[in-house]
């Protein structure tokens, strides 16, 4: 009767748990990324710790800020790869080595279903989109490092029950941004979100992370999607072995369960302050857009730049707008060059920019200035998040994005029923 | 771990929904600059709401807070400033990263208290016990239960909060390089 949480925790921890249990699991893998491991060095030796527990299963990604532009950057990413030596982390995917470090774990096999991850970010849950469980612990990443366990309250799951078929000019991001509208936020407080249902047979591993990248936004601990033959297939064809899946029970006790109607989304923009803050799209047509960027953990694919390239194809970025596109790894970028999407994007005005978090990552890369409205595909819109704090910022599909930045002005992507059928 | 007072009486500071721990519990600045130290938070909590506050609460004051307490990105600057200022926290809700940093912080903390802001005004003396989940309104001479937190969790608090329990763990169990427990 375990919940697929519950069993997750229960093999790391090495007892069976329940919701609400406090325990000790040891992960699978540790991921830090590059603008906390130095953070998380310093205060090792804060603390007098001279080794890691198992730092063979750490995993460290240059992400953040993969290109230094400024003597400071550079100098930390020299830091980062000191303190990679110095304690030996097993998997140090330093710049031009994978890319997004919440996507190319899974593109890579390192990460597979039914693992537990620990790590510094909320959107280790990223990772559920194969069934594994990521779970974000703050500054007590510390402790994770030196004892390889941290305390952790086992998280209750609320199941959402997933059915109905995506209409055509809608994407997986807006049926995400949707849901967390819609959902209320004390059911999904701190619960593991799971998504089951015959409405993801159509959804890819890239769709489904989406949908488990944008979930934490309103407050679930993690979220994860029932593995099932897309996951299998998706193993098969990178040459993974498929395990036996880890899934809730029939009478598995959940907190709660949830429908979500794929057919009865229209696309979705997200309004200042926060991502839950969506509203459909025909409310914000015609407003004036500067800045526009497609990528990040939550829409950086290889099935959203198809996306995008489909809309941008034979088009230019419209006057006073500039468009920034991020695969978000090394992997995507290869696949979307072969694909010829990557001159599409390039013919079209846009800006690529470099595998990894892209705008997304506090926009040291193609930020915002004061005044301006931006559109993209980021995981979160507070302000500030890309720059200047008196900035508008909006988050879309990649379709409304790539119709917003060759118009000018914010698109429901509908209206162009070329660029999607 | 005797000796720890787990009993606080004080005067109510009573605040309504949806306080956020960035800007309205604490300036997000000290976040952004990592400062940890409770001594200089205190002087800051609550400065988003109302600048003079900081100065006029006294150790063993208590905080009773409405649903979504601290919500927002899960800095641990707000409730460690709570920490410093020697207050006690009552809640109807508090989201869990939150949640887990008041825990973090050492706070004496009852997180899940619904109808808690309808049980006392700002200047009330209340005395809450947060071992057992009892809360009393002196000036109205009314009493009510909330779940307390789990034993494990109380004993982070008792220690310290989490800086303060990790060390105590280090020096109990040594790090990877003397105990490395594998599965």
């Known amino acids: 009767m375990p919940t697929a949480a519950e069993k997750i925790l229960s093999r790391a921890a090495g007892l069976p748990v329940r919701a609400g249990d406090i325990v000790h699991p040891i992960p699978d893998l540790v991921t830090l990324h590059d603008w906390y491991v130095t953070h998380a060095a310093a205060a090792l030796d804060r603390f007098g710790v001279a080794a890691v ?7 460290v990604s240059t992400d953040h800020e993969p290109v230094a532009t400024s003597p400071a950057a550079a100098l930390r990413q020299r830091q980062a790869r000191q303190v990679a030596t110095r304690f030996r982390f097993g998997l140090f995917h330093d710049v031009g080595r994978g890319g997004l470090g919440h996507v190319f ?5 390192i990460v597979r279903p039914g693992m537990l991850i620990m790590g510094y970010d909320p959107h280790l849950s990223n990772f559920g989109a194969v069934g594994a469980l990521g779970l974000c612990v703050l500054n007590e990443v510390t402790e994770l490092l030196a004892c390889g366990t941290v305390w952790t309250e086992v998280p209750e799951t609320l199941r959402v029950r997933v059915h109905g078929r995506l209409r055509p000019g809608v994407t997986v991001r807006d049926a995400a941004q949707r849901f967390i509208a819609q959902a209320d936020p004390a059911l999904v407080d701190d619960a593991v979100v799971e998504f089951a249902g015959p409405g993801l047979a159509a959804l890819g591993v890239d769709r489904r992370m989406t949908l488990v990248n944008t979930t934490v936004e309103l407050g679930a601990r993690s979220a994860l999607v029932e593995p099932d033959g897309v996951v299998a297939e998706y193993l098969e064809g990178r040459g993974v072995a498929v395990p036996s899946f880890v899934l809730s029970d029939p009478d598995a006790v959940f907190r709660g369960e949830i429908d979500l109607d794929l057919g009865a989304v229209t696309p979705q923009v997200a309004l200042p302050p926060r991502p839950e803050c969506a509203v459909p799209v025909e409310e914000v047509v015609g407003r004036r857009v500067d800045h526009a960027y497609i990528g990040s953990c939550a829409s950086g694919f290889i099935e959203d730049l198809r996306l995008a390239a489909a809309v941008l194809r034979g088009r230019r970025v419209a006057p006073g707008v500039r468009l920034f596109v991020t695969p978000v790894t090394q992997d995507v970028q290869a696949q979307a060059a072969r694909e010829g999407l990557l001159q599409i994007f390039t013919e079209a005005g846009a800006a690529l920019t470099v595998p990894g978090c892209g ?6 890369i193609g930020g915002v200035a004061q005044g301006e409205v931006s559109i993209g595909t980021g995981t979160r819109n507070d302000p500030g998040r890309l720059g200047s704090a008196d900035a508008t910022l909006m988050l879309a599909s990649p379709l409304t994005v790539a119709a917003s930045a060759v118009a000018g002005v914010v698109t429901d992507p509908r209206t162009l029923p070329e660029a999607w059928s | 771990m005797s000796g720890f ?3 606080l009486r004080g005067r109510a500071w009573v605040f309504g929904h949806d306080v ?5 519990l604490m300036p997000l600045d000290f976040a952004l600059r990592r400062e940890t130290d409770p001594e200089v938070l205190r002087h800051h909590v609550f400065s988003g709401l ?11 004051d208590i905080v009773v807070a409405g649903r979504r307490f601290a919500q927002g990105n899960p800095h641990i600057q707000g409730l460690l400033g709570l920490r410093g200022a020697g207050l006690g926290l009552v809640a109807e809700s508090i989201p869990s990263g939150s949640r887990r940093n008041a825990v973090n912080a050492g706070l004496r903390v009852l997180p899940a208290c619904p109808g808690a802001t ?3 005004v700002t200047g009330d003396e209340l005395e809450v016990d947060f071992a057992e989940g009892v809360f009393r309104n002196r000036t109205r001479g009314t009493e009510r239960r909330w779940p307390p937190l789990p034993p494990p969790l109380r004993a982070i ?3 310290g909060g989490w800086e303060a329990a990790f060390r105590a763990r280090l020096a109990h169990e040594g790090s990877a390089a003397q105990a490395d427990r594998t599965t």
């Open chain 1, 53 to 59: 527990h198992r730092p063979e299963r750490v995993l």
């Open chain 1, 105 to 109: 774990p899974v593109e890579h096999g």
């Open chain 1, 359 to 364: 705008v997304c990552a506090g926009g040291r």
């Open chain 2, 5 to 7: 007072a787990w009993t």
């Open chain 2, 20 to 24: 956020a721990v960035d800007g309205d």
């Open chain 2, 50 to 60: 109302d600048p003079g506050l900081a100065a006029r609460l006294r150790p063993g």
């Open chain 2, 118 to 120: 309808a049980e006392a």
């Open chain 2, 157 to 159: 608090i008792e220690a």
